[in-house]
């Protein structure tokens, strides 16, 4: 437990450098965070289609290279930077699944199946990463917190309570978000 606790204060040592202004920080950083970041890019890849092109490794590159372009960013914990890193992945894959969309001409979106444990509201149905991309997009117009908690909780895979942390909310409203968000979704991206 002191190890992990150990980890996140170095991690947060260097978010703070980096914010800060000392690029190189950034490049000690990644080896701290390369293996959750491994396991996140990983989960969005077992979502995606067979025969997906991408790879895990190519995923991190590409989002390492999204995060390097963050500016001005107050880092409040770990738990923040892996939600940034989870919005960098999301918009790789999104971008992605929009190019091959257009390369099929007519074809359908990239479906992304949806893990029942973290999105029960489907169950087991598949869905088109761009409409949902596109969903989200406009649950942020009316509220954004809803669309950060399914981003956070379904992208990322933070907990309840990690999402709470991030988005500074109780865990209470991050389930009632959750919940309603989840509904919300499914109606719009079943029309």
Do not use: C
Request: hydrophobic share 40%; glycine share 4%.
């Amino acid at each position: 437990m002191e190890h992990s606790a150990d980890k996140s204060r170095e991690i947060m040592r260097m978010l703070h450098e980096w914010s800060d202004g000392r690029r190189e920080a950034l490049e000690d950083l990644m080896p701290l965070v390369y293996n959750e970041l491994r396991r996140q890019a990983s989960r969005y890849l077992r979502r995606e289609r067979i025969g997906h092109t991408l790879q895990t490794t190519a995923l991190i590159h590409e989002a390492y290279l999204k995060l390097i372009e963050q500016r001005d960013v107050n880092w409040q914990n770990r738990a923040h930077f892996f939600g940034i890193a989870a919005q960098a992945m999301r918009r790789i894959l999104v971008d992605y699944a929009k190019t091959r969309h257009r390369e099929k001409r007519g074809g359908a979106g990239e479906n992304l199946p949806l893990d029942e444990a973290r999105f029960i509201a489907f169950k087991e149905k598949s869905i088109d990463l761009i409409a949902l991309d596109e969903a989200l997009t406009q649950l942020a117009k009316f509220d954004d917190q809803q669309a950060r908690v399914v981003e956070l909780r379904y992208f990322s895979g933070l907990s309840i309570e990690e999402t709470a942390e991030v988005l500074k909310i109780s865990p209470a409203t991050v389930k009632r978000d959750w919940t309603i968000a989840k509904a919300w979704l499914k109606q719009e991206i079943g029309k």
